[in-house]
């Protein structure tokens, strides 16, 4: 994809080459500032949920009319295929968002980093052969983990550079 037709897209940001740098690497002074950055990015990031909620809530209710009008006065459903289309293209891109570190650029919601979401220690490695390996904190016993219901933990910090983002947790 060319430069000019990616910086075209309004919802593409490019990552900055960012050297890899630990929390040990940064300030007092840029670890204020991140978290700050950080408090516009979860709040950009709520306001583009809601949104997405709103535009399913709408396409379900539009669905749910396309259904009863043709049910009731025998239309044919084909004329709720094209606005559909037309209007679910602008609800994905308007609710696109990601959330991610500002001091380093990565997101935040995988735990493949080294340190521990929860409370910023480092992660271990521990397990058996048996009965299999996973990552544990060395500091809070935490083992982050993905599952149907969602993620077990509170995200406060970044596993990759180990910053503090948000106080109470997400």
Not at 50 to 71: D, N, P
Request: proline content about 6%; some cysteine; hydrophobic content about 35%.
């Amino acid at each position: 994809m060319k430069n000019s037709t990616k910086n075209s897209l309004a919802f593409w940001r490019p990552k900055p080459n960012v050297p890899f740098r630990t929390i040990d690497d940064y300030t007092k002074e840029e670890q204020v500032r991140a978290r700050q950055e950080f408090e516009l990015i979860l709040r950009r990031y709520e306001e583009r949920m809601l949104r997405a909620e709103k535009w399913v809530r709408q396409f379900v209710g539009f669905g749910i009319l396309a259904f009863i009008t043709s049910y009731f006065f025998s239309l044919s459903p084909s004329w709720f295929w094209p606005p559909a289309v037309v209007a679910l293209i602008p609800a994905l891109i308007s609710s696109y968002a990601r959330l991610y570190c500002p001091a380093c650029w990565n997101g935040i919601y995988h735990h493949d980093g080294t340190y521990c979401p929860q409370c910023g220690g480092i992660f271990q490695q521990r397990g058996s052969f048996v009965f299999g390996y996973h990552v544990m904190c060395t500091r809070c016993q935490a083992v982050p983990k993905h599952s149907k219901s969602g993620r077990n933990y509170t995200i406060r910090n970044c596993t990759y550079c180990g910053v503090k983002l948000h106080g109470v947790g997400i």
